[in-house]
């Protein structure tokens, strides 16, 4: 006969209704306590990207290319042109040569921190409420 056992759901899935929340909730973790953990900078492109996708999908659904998205979020120029070049050379891994890549540690910090700042600039309250679920 068989059996099934009910447990209990990991706090990441009770905590987040979302992806998008979880994924949000680590890049404001990462900015205000930047890992030692070297595995963590492999990730953190790929949750950037997956935030900024997230964000403008759910606020502008119409705009489809990244470099769009990236444009919307953010407002200063030289910055737009970081964020895009940071997210399309770590998370992609279309040329063999970014393969042998890593992100730096502190390009890494200093996108997070225009992600970060810039969602909250735009959207304070969608921040807040991300914050405190």
Not at 85 to 100: A, F, G, T, V
Request: aromatic fraction near 10%; hydrophobic fraction near 30%.
């Amino acid at each position: 006969a068989s059996s099934s056992t009910f447990k209990r759901l990991p706090k990441s899935l009770e905590k987040y209704p979302s992806e998008y929340a979880y994924l949000f909730s680590q890049l404001d973790k990462f900015q205000s306590e930047p890992s030692e953990n070297f595995a963590d900078y492999y990730l953190i492109p790929h949750i950037v990207r997956r935030v900024v996708e997230g964000y403008v999908g759910m606020r502008v659904p119409n705009i489809s290319s990244l470099k769009k998205k990236v444009d919307y979020l953010i407002e200063e120029s030289s910055q737009k042109t970081q964020v895009y070049k940071y997210i399309n050379e770590y998370s992609h891994q279309n040329q063999p040569q970014r393969n042998k890549r890593h992100p730096d540690l502190s390009e890494t910090k200093k996108i997070v921190e225009v992600v970060v700042n810039s969602l909250k600039e735009k959207d304070q309250e969608h921040c807040e409420a991300l914050l405190h679920l």
